[in-house]
């Protein structure tokens, strides 16, 4: 059976799927196909069920809970960390209500954090790896930066207006949940444990064989350096990782039930995460 796995073409996803896109780990009969694209795109095709394992961001979630289930495991959560605003000056958080911020896709978990954060701030979509120049040129007061950029912004110059991950940990006690990896549930429940227990295989291969792993990640690093790249996998591969557990799944129903109260999110949903 053709299983289509898709996720971002970022060092930490490539490092967390090295196991399977070496060969490492056996998909045992299952012909696992790796598509690699922008997760804005990837929420976009998520609604139309595209792929049978796919990289969503928890914000898009409610809007393809209908065709997926939601793994404990492959999610990128910040403990203390996450999205980043930056600005070409220094800059009061509550400043930012007057600005124009580019952010990286009204789908993005970065973006219900800063509609948390700033309900009435104005937005404009630019992609996550332009963002950062967007913000030099000064055709965006200010950015919402994910991905690299959140280790790389002070070599372009520009200053750090908020962490929204310290933030939502200053408010919730709660990391911030921000990557999901979902599965289709027209699969059933039996290829759907078994697509989950997979990913987590994938993982924990990653984390036990780190700099191989790393080595094979560094093709997707953008031209960071392997130190920073280091540093950005540790960020986002790690043991919640391997399993989001009790603390990650109250983060990811408080930031669905938040966004649900703030008018950000249209219905209310349950997290239903796949038993495996």
């Known amino acids: 059976m053709r299983i289509s796995l898709a996720h971002s073409p970022d060092s930490d996803d490539a490092f967390m799927f090295y196991g399977l896109a070496s060969g490492q780990v056996k ?18 095709e998520a609604m139309q069920g595209k792929h049978e394992v796919t990289a969503i961001s928890f914000h898009a979630y409610p809007y393809v809970a209908d ?46 954090a800063l509609k948390l954060f700033a309900p009435g701030v104005a937005t404009r979509i630019v992609a996550f790896d332009k963002i950062l120049d967007e913000v030099r040129a000064g055709r965006a007061d ?3 930066v994910i991905h ?50 997979l990913v987590r295989e994938t993982v924990r291969y990653s984390l036990d064989h780190r700099p191989q792993a ?20 540790g960020m986002w591969v790690n043991d919640m990782t391997l399993d989001c557990g009790e603390r990650g799944r109250r ?7 938040r966004g649900h109260a703030a008018g950000v999110i249209p219905r209310q949903v349950a997290a239903d995460f796949v038993a495996a």
Request: charged share 20%; proline share 4%.
């Open 27 to 44: 998909a045992d009969g299952l012909e696992v196909v790796h598509t690699l694209t922008d997760i804005e795109t990837l929420n976009r």
């Open 67 to 112: 065709r997926y289930a939601l793994m404990p495991c492959g999610g990128s959560i910040g403990d203390g960390y996450g999205p980043l605003l930056v600005a070409g000056e220094t800059l009061d958080p509550r400043a930012i209500a007057g600005k124009m911020v580019a952010v990286p896709g009204t789908l993005t978990s970065a973006y219900l």
């Open 142 to 144: 200010v950015g919402l």
């Open 148 to 197: 690299e950029g959140q280790l790389t912004f002070g070599e372009r110059g520009l200053h750090k207006v908020l962490d929204l991950g310290a933030w939502w940990k200053e408010e919730t006690g709660l990391p911030l949940p921000l990557g999901a990896n979902a599965v289709r549930r027209d699969l059933g429940q039996e290829l759907m444990a078994r697509l989950t227990r």
């Open 214 to 233: 790393l080595e094979y990640a560094m093709s997707f690093a953008r031209g960071m350096e392997t130190q920073i790249a280091d540093r950005f996998v």
């Open 251 to 257: 983060a990811v129903q408080e930031l669905l039930d």
